[in-house]
């Protein structure tokens, strides 16, 4: 009696887990439901129920697999035009760059005009020619270095490049009294080679009388990242400080590059203003133009052309 209430027991929840479902053997076909079991004349109407469903169920899987791919098909598409974006933005850049570099150029040789003493009126004159007249005080030098000689074409070749000339020295800064409006300011005199220096190995270039000079005016420098701090006990000087070599110096924070016209001979060679900025745009542009060229016919074997075929 046990033994038959155990497979009652089991007949019960084999037919709760399996309702709904098609038992098949060799013999006989029964279907079991929810309202129990059918007749065997039913079953051809539920077979063909039962087709019906498998056919929705491989048409809904069919539209899914059919949605994802339409999904990857226009995802993949962001990437050529993304980087036709690029290209196009970076063809904006080199514009601008240009035009930068020209309108740089024009002020570094265009007339000079007296220097004025209005701060707010200097901040608006970087890279203007400035004339002044006055004598230096060669006592107080402050040396900016390492420094190379400015050759505005060599350092357009090598943009961008790693490595620099080997030819390595200083630029000196130079206290300068302007006679016609009484007050000091800082002059950078230009570039001098290691063994020049000190100023005992350039004496004839160290005139004390007084000069007229044309310089371009220059601002203040942020430390650019891994620039070394000045030295200013040390007297090494690695960027352009204003605020703390007029300290130095006793000078008002004015501060030109004499040109290259405004040497003095057996001094430093003049003319060390840099105005030759990086420009690699073009570089940039055919870059990005190739990966969307190439991007585009990989999008367009896959999705399109694969289709057609």
Not at 125 to 149: N, T
Request: overall charge positive; charged content about 25%.
């Amino acid at each position: 009696m046990s033994s038959f209430r155990l497979m009652l027991m089991f007949s019960n929840s084999a037919s709760k887990a399996i309702r709904g479902y098609t038992l098949i053997s060799s013999k006989r076909t029964v279907f079991v439901t929810r309202q129990g079991l059918l007749r065997r004349q039913d079953a051809p109407v539920l077979r063909c129920n039962l087709a019906r469903c498998g056919q929705r169920s491989s048409s809904t899987v069919a539209g899914t697999e059919k949605g994802e791919d339409s999904f990857l098909k226009w995802l993949l598409l962001l990437i050529p035009a993304t980087t036709f974006g690029l290209g196009a933005w970076q063809l904006k850049r080199r514009k601008w760059k240009l035009e930068l570099i020209r309108e740089l150029k024009s002020l570094t040789t265009s007339e000079p005009i007296p220097l004025p003493v209005d701060p707010m009126e200097i901040k608006q004159l970087e890279y203007r020619r400035v004339k002044v007249r006055g004598h230096f005080d060669h006592s107080k030098e402050l040396y900016v270095l390492p420094r190379s000689p400015v050759d505005p074409e060599r350092e357009a070749r090598e943009a961008g490049r790693i490595s620099s000339s080997g030819e390595s020295g200083a630029n000196v800064i130079t206290p300068f009294y302007c006679t016609d409006l009484g007050i000091t300011i800082l002059v950078n005199r230009g570039y001098v080679p290691k063994n020049k220096i000190r100023p005992e190995t350039r004496m004839k270039g160290q005139v004390t009388k007084d000069v007229d000079l044309v310089g371009v005016m220059r601002l203040t420098e942020q430390r650019k990242p891994f620039v070394p701090q000045n030295n200013v006990e040390a007297n090494r000087w690695h960027y352009r400080d204003l605020e703390a070599m007029a300290k130095v110096t006793g000078a008002e924070e004015i501060f030109i590059d004499a040109v290259f016209d405004s040497t003095i001979p057996g001094g430093p060679i003049g003319g060390q203003t840099r105005v030759t900025l990086r420009n690699e745009h073009m570089q940039y542009v055919i870059t990005w133009y190739g990966l969307c060229a190439a991007t585009s016919y990989m999008w367009y074997a896959k999705f399109i052309k694969r289709i057609a075929l």
